[in-house]
């Protein structure tokens, strides 16, 4: 079997990453009221995603290699919402995009299709 | 088997030119309307304002549909299956775009919201017919724009106001087709045809 590549060791690290900011930015969110829990739910649905993404790029990748920048898409997608309903911060809120942009550019490279197609063919 | 090459360009190039005049338009009538506030007001308020912008908005808007009602078609016309449905949701969209214009210049109705709902749900419907296009053509980056479009649309309908999800939906949709348009204007499509077929 071909060796995982390296971009997605990075690619798994930046989806922790965003996961775990979108646990943090969830639990500022939350103000002990009914209303804030629209700002709770989104930015979980963000850390979610983002730990959705994380779990693509293992080593026995679980999904086919177009359907991981499909996750990393509607993470990024999540977390535009959040910029836009101004429910994160505009500075989280952008780092969280860059994040997803990020996934999805590692989730498309050839590579790492190569690979993950290749383990799924031998299952 | 025999290769052919699907040349799509021409309808690209269409489809970049709308998604040029689109940008410019919604720029200088929202610069120029000052009633006119995001997540309160709809693309359509533009439209029935009493301001200047209201005819830069009517003809920017019927140039760039008509110049997307092309795109649709010839997307429509040279492809098969979800690329099919893709460019035949297009069309319905950009007609009913136009359709909706009129209806607003003809009566300065601002009543139109059930005509806003069908076009965004062709909108939508053309983004997931061709991400499914995109996906079994193996087209990742299309596919992850095309799944951002949708989950920006589709949450925003959830959890924001019909206001601001027709107006971001309504530019994710542009932005898209922005992707799909520079996609087959570079890359002619590559379809495998049998021998015995072609003859």
């Given at each position: 079997?071909?060796?995982?590549?390296?971009?997605?060791?990075?690619?798994?690290?930046?989806?922790?990453?965003?996961?775990?900011?979108?646990?943090?930015?969830?639990?500022?969110?939350?103000?002990?009221?009914?209303?804030?829990?629209?700002?709770?739910?989104?930015?979980?649905?963000?850390?979610?995603?983002?730990?959705?993404?994380?779990?693509?790029?293992?080593?026995?990748?679980?999904?086919?290699?177009?359907?991981?920048?499909?996750?990393?898409?509607?993470?990024?997608?999540?977390?535009?919402?959040?910029?836009?309903?101004?429910?994160?911060?505009?500075?989280?809120a952008?780092?969280?995009?860059?994040?997803?942009?990020?996934?999805?550019?590692?989730?498309?490279?050839?590579?790492?299709?190569?690979?993950?197609?290749?383990?799924?063919?031998?299952? | 088997?025999?290769?052919?090459?699907?040349?799509?360009?021409?309808?690209?190039?269409?489809?970049?030119?709308?998604?040029?005049?689109?940008a410019?338009?919604?720029?200088?009538?929202?610069?120029?309307?000052?009633?006119w506030?995001?997540?309160?007001?709809?693309?359509?308020?533009?439209?029935?304002?009493?301001?200047?912008?209201?005819?830069?908005?009517?003809?920017?808007?019927?140039?760039?549909?008509?110049?997307?009602?092309?795109?649709?078609?010839?997307?429509?016309?040279?492809s098969?299956?979800?690329?099919?449905?893709?460019?035949?949701?297009?069309?319905?969209?950009?007609?009913?775009?136009?359709?909706?214009?009129?209806?607003?210049?003809?009566?300065?109705?601002?009543?139109?919201?059930?005509?806003?709902?069908?076009?965004?749900?062709?909108?939508?419907?053309?983004?997931?017919?061709?991400?499914?296009?995109?996906?079994?053509?193996?087209?990742?980056?299309?596919?992850?724009?095309?799944?951002?479009?949708?989950g920006?649309?589709?949450?925003?309908?959830?959890?924001?106001?019909?206001?601001?999800?027709?107006?971001?939906?309504?530019?994710?949709?542009?932005?898209?087709?922005?992707?799909?348009?520079?996609?087959?204007?570079?890359?002619?499509e590559?379809?495998?045809?049998?021998?015995?077929?072609?003859?």
């Amino acid at each position: 079997m071909a060796n995982m590549p390296g971009k997605m060791k990075i690619g798994m690290g930046l989806g922790l990453v965003g996961g775990i900011l979108g646990i943090a930015t969830s639990a500022i969110a939350w103000e002990s009221t009914i209303d804030s829990m629209t700002a709770v739910g989104l930015n979980l649905l963000v850390a979610v995603m983002f730990f959705a993404s994380a779990g693509f790029f293992q080593k026995n990748a679980p999904v086919a290699g177009t359907t991981g920048a499909v996750l990393a898409g509607i993470a990024t997608a999540s977390a535009f919402v959040c910029l836009v309903m101004g429910i994160m911060g505009t500075g989280l809120a952008i780092v969280e995009i860059i994040i997803g942009i990020l996934l999805i550019l590692i989730a498309a490279c050839p590579t790492v299709k190569r690979y993950v197609d290749g383990v799924r063919s031998v299952e | 088997m025999s290769e052919e090459k699907i040349n799509l360009a021409p309808f690209g190039i269409a489809g970049m030119v709308a998604v040029f005049v689109f940008a410019i338009t919604v720029v200088i009538a929202i610069c120029s309307d000052p009633t006119w506030v995001f997540g309160e007001n709809t693309f359509g308020d533009i439209e029935y304002s009493n301001s200047d912008s209201r005819l830069v908005a009517a003809v920017g808007f019927v140039i760039s549909a008509a110049l997307m009602l092309i795109t649709g078609t010839g997307i429509a016309l040279k492809s098969k299956g979800a690329g099919f449905w893709c460019g035949v949701f297009i069309v319905l969209g950009m007609i009913c775009t136009v359709a909706n214009v009129f209806k607003i210049l003809d009566m300065g109705s601002p009543e139109q919201i059930a005509l806003h709902i069908i076009i965004n749900v062709f909108l939508l419907a053309a983004v997931i017919a061709g991400a499914v296009a995109d996906y079994q053509k193996g087209r990742t980056i299309n596919t992850a724009v095309a799944a951002f479009t949708i989950g920006v649309s589709l949450i925003l309908l959830g959890a924001s106001t019909i206001e601001t999800a027709d107006v971001v939906g309504r530019i994710m949709f542009v932005v898209w087709l922005a992707f799909e348009c520079v996609t087959i204007a570079l890359i002619p499509e590559k379809v495998y045809k049998d021998e015995a077929e072609s003859c």
